[in-house]
C-alpha cells in the first residue's frame, strides 16, 4: 500500500501526483466501464430500456454527490491530520466519516425506494420508460446501503494516500457488476431473465462484494488507518466534518438538481434525445474519470502538504494536478470525438439517437481542457478545506448559466442541438473562475487543526 508512513515524506511535484493518480485513473476507467456495459446490455431492449438505465445510474448520481460533498470534509480533515503526523486523530474521523455516510445511505435508500415511481415522473418519462425505470430504482436502492459504506472507505483511504487497495477493490467490484449484469439480464447459468432490473440487481451485488472487502480488512487492521468503534457518538467531530463538508455537499446538490433541470429540459425533446445524453455523457465518462482522479491526488497533496505547513508545495500539487489533468483529458476529448458516430452506433442502432449522440458528444468533448480545470483545481481547493469557493462558482455557472440559457432558449422552440449547447457556456465562465481563485492563495487559510483532544 502506498501511503505515507510515520516519519516518511509526502509525495511532491507532478511525479507525486501522477503517482497518486494513476490507481484512481484506472479504478474510475473500471467503473466507466461497468456504466457503459449497463447501457450497451440494456440497449438492445430499447430507448425505454436505455432511459430507464440513464435515470437509474442519475439517481445513483446524486447520491455519490451528495456523499462526496460530505466526504470532502473527511478528505481535507484526514489528509491535513495524517500530513501533521497525527496518525491517531485521522484514523478517528476516518472511523466517523465511515459511520456517518452509512447513516445517510439507509435514509437515502429507504427514501428513494418509497418513492421511486415519483422520482421518475420527475424526471419527466412517462409510459414504458416511467414503468422500467421505477423497476430500475426499487430494485438497486436497498444496495445503496453498501454503495455508501465503500465509498466512505475508499475515500478515507484516498486522503491517507493508499490508492493501491481502492485499485484493487474497484477491479474485483467492477468485474463483479459486468458479470451478472450480463447473467441476470440477459438469463445466463439458469437464472431468470429481469431485462433492466437484471442491470440494477448486477451492480447491486457489486457494492456488496467491494463493502464487504474493504470492511474486513479495516476490522483486520489490514488498512494503514487504525479501526475505531463505530457505535461510539462523537459529535464534535461530525461537526467539523459537516462544517467543511456541507458546502460541497450543498454544491453537489446544486450541481445534481441543475443537471436534473437541464435533463428535464431534454426529456422534453422525446426519448430519443434524453437517451442520446444519457449515451453521450457515459462514453465521454472515459474522459471525466481522468480528471476525478487528478482531482483526488491534487485534493489529498494539498491536505498532506499544508497539515506539513508547506504551503509551496501544496500550490505546485495543485497546478499540476491541472497541467496534467489538462494534458490527459484533451488527449482523451479529442480521440472520442474523432470515433463518436461507431462509439454511438456501438451502444445503440437507432439512427435518430446516434445523431444526437455524436452532436452532444462533439459540444462536451470540445470542452474537455476546462472540464479538466474544474476536476483538478476543485479537488485542489476542496483538499485545502476551501469547499464554499466551488460552491460558489457551480451556482453560478450550471444554474444561472447553463440551466438560464436553456430555459431560454426551450422558451423560444429552439432545437435541442442548441439546448445541449448551452453547456459551453458553463464550462468557459467555470475555468476561468477556478484558475483565479488558485491564483489568489485565499484558499490556504481556509482552516487550521484543532490542538490534540
Known sequence: MEVLEEGGKIP?????????????????????????????????????????????????????????????????????????????????????????????????????????????????????????????LRAISPFYIAF??????????????????????????????????????????GFPQYGVKGAALGNGVSFIIGASLLIVFWLTNQLPVRYFSLFKLDISRVKEIFHFGLPAALEQVIFQLGITAFLILVAYYGTEAYAAYGIGVQILSFSFVIGFGFSIAGATLVGQHLGAKDNDQAKRAGWGAMRLSILSMTFFGVLITFFAEPLARFMIDNDEVVRLSVIFIWLLGSMQPLMAIEFSLGGALRGAGDTKTPLAITLTCLLFIRVFLAVIFFLLDASIEIIFSTLLADYIVKGFLYVARFRSDKWMNSMSLKEDR
Open 12 to 136: 511532491r511535484g507532478s511525479m507525486g501526483v501522477w503517482t497518486l493518480a494513476w490507481p484512481s485513473i484506472i479504478t474510475n476507467l473500471f467503473y466507466a466501464t461497468s456504466s457503459i456495459v449497463a447501457i450497451k446490455v440494456v440497449g438492445n431492449l430499447g430507448p425505454d430500456a436505455i432511459a430507464a438505465a440513464v435515470t437509474g445510474q442519475r439517481v445513483t448520481f446524486i447520491l455519490q454527490a451528495v456523499l462526496t460533498g460530505v466526504l470532502a470534509g473527511s478528505t481535507a480533515l484526514i489528509a491535513r491530520n495524517w500530513g501533521a503526523n497525527n496518525k491517531s486523530e485521522a484514523g478517528i474521523f476516518f472511523t466517523r466519516t465511515v459511520q456517518l455516510v452509512i447513516f445517510i445511505s439507509i435514509i437515502s435508500a429507504y427514501l428513494i425506494w418509497q418513492f421511486a415511481e415519483s422520482l421518475v415522473i420527475f424526471f419527466g418519462l412517462k409510459d414504458k420508460a416511467l414503468i422500467l425505470s421505477t423497476e430500475y
Open 148 to 189: 455508501g459504506c465503500g465509498m466512505a472507505l475508499i475515500t478515507a483511504l484516498r486522503a491517507v494516500g493508499d490508492v493501491k487497495t481502492p485499485l484493487v477493490i474497484g477491479m474485483i467490484m467492477n468485474l463483479f457488476a459486468i458479470f451478472f449484469m450480463l447473467v441476470l439480464v440477459n438469463g445466463w447459468l
